[in-house]
């Protein structure tokens, strides 16, 4: 395991496919290297590869307003993304860059070990909990693993898409208090 200056580094130099040739910045991730709750996202976007942090764009506004909402700081939480590039025109990432980028994000899961461990989206929750996960369907349950609690939500993006999908959300961020306030 690497230290987190040796994370940092080797993420900030990663030239292991061919995200590297577009990205701007890499975006390695920040928050609280102490936090009992980890929020994981696919990649970056447009706002979050200009400026090399998580989070800045549309959706990362309307995240600080949903995390504000149940009385959550950025402060105290971890914000990633399994891939640390932008992949062009926000697709989808491949697997192959998923399974390139995964060790990089267990890092860093190793190093904040936290109790809680929220995927926003369908991409996020597919690599973390199932293959198989069907985020419209599989969202707002807990699952334990390996002594961490795994929960998925849609992610920001998808209620400035869908705004009919906030009030799930906010059902789901409800829950994710609830069980981040038995760890405080």
């Not at 890499?26 to 696919?42: D, L, M, P, Q, T």
């Not at 198989?132 to 920001?156: M, Q, S, V």
């Not at 209620?159 to 760890?183: A, Q």
Request: net charge positive; proline share 5%; with cysteine.
């Amino acid at each position: 395991m690497l230290t987190w200056n040796e994370l940092e580094e080797a993420c900030k130099t990663c030239q292991k496919c061919k995200l590297s040739e577009t990205r701007n910045n890499v975006v390695f991730g920040e928050g609280n290297k102490s936090a009992k709750i980890i929020f994981i996202s696919e990649a970056p976007g447009e706002q979050e590869d200009l400026t090399g942090r998580p989070y800045v764009g549309k959706s990362g506004k309307l995240f600080d307003k949903i995390i504000a909402s149940v009385n959550i700081s950025r402060e105290e939480i971890y914000l990633a993304n399994i891939l640390k590039c932008r992949p062009p025109n926000n697709r989808d990432p491949l697997n192959d860059e998923r399974k390139t980028c995964l060790p990089y994000l267990r890092n860093q899961v190793k190093l904040i070990h936290p109790k809680i461990i929220v995927c926003l989206g369908r991409v996020a929750a597919q690599t973390i909990i199932d293959p198989n996960f069907k985020i419209t369907k599989d969202h707002g349950r807990w699952i334990e693993r390996n002594g961490y609690y795994l929960f998925a939500t849609f992610h920001p993006s998808a209620l400035l898409r869908d705004p009919s999908k906030k009030r799930i959300v906010w059902e789901d961020f409800k829950e994710i208090k609830r069980k981040y306030d038995t760890y405080k």
